[in-house]
């Protein structure tokens, strides 16, 4: 199978240990910069970054972003609802939704249809924190779309929610 110059340039820098100037650091990370799984990798370690950031004065990760999003656009919707919307296991919600309720940001309600289950919903202070929080995930988000164009970004989204398996949802 025939290498072009910059694969050659690559093989031939490992084999000698020696990275070329016309390769300069991707030399150094082998075929990594060119594999999809690395770059995503290395982009959502910025955007959590970023998102750490942007959220230091509250106790909120991504994920704990995520299930208060979804309870507040699906009052009363289960548990096990809400890990089928987001895709995590039941144990992983049960342990959110703890911290949560903890914190006083969420309630669980008897179901009034099922007496084994629980219906989510937002506290009052829930619902003014997600408000700020919202405010901040739009700010988190300019940022890290800064380098992008309108169109650009859509693009992205589409891409990875093709990449996820999404309808793009």
Do not use: C
């Not at 820098?13 to 770059?39: I, M």
């Not at 656009?73 to 903890?102: C, F, H, K, P």
């Not at 405010?135 to 992205?156: F, N, P, W």
């Amino acid at each position: 199978m025939p290498v072009g110059k910059g694969e050659a340039a690559a093989i031939r820098s490992r084999k000698t240990g020696k990275a070329s100037a016309a390769t300069g650091t991707a030399a150094r990370r082998g075929v990594l910069p060119n594999l999809l799984g690395y770059q995503l990798r290395r982009a959502q370690i910025a955007v959590f970054q970023n998102f750490a950031r942007a959220m230091a004065d509250f106790d909120i990760t991504p994920g704990r972003f995520g299930v208060l999003e979804v309870i507040a656009a699906n009052a009363g919707l289960s548990q096990s609802e809400l890990g089928a919307i987001l895709g995590i296991d039941r144990s992983t919600v049960v342990a959110v939704i703890d911290r949560l309720e903890a914190d006083g940001l969420v309630r669980r309600m008897k179901a009034p249809n099922d007496r084994r289950s629980h219906a989510l919903q937002l506290s009052e202070k829930g619902a003014v924190t997600l408000a700020i929080l919202e405010q901040r995930v739009a700010a988190h988000e300019r940022d890290i779309a800064a380098g992008l164009s309108a169109a650009e970004r859509k693009t992205l989204l589409n891409l990875l929610s093709r990449i996820a398996g999404g309808s793009g949802a």
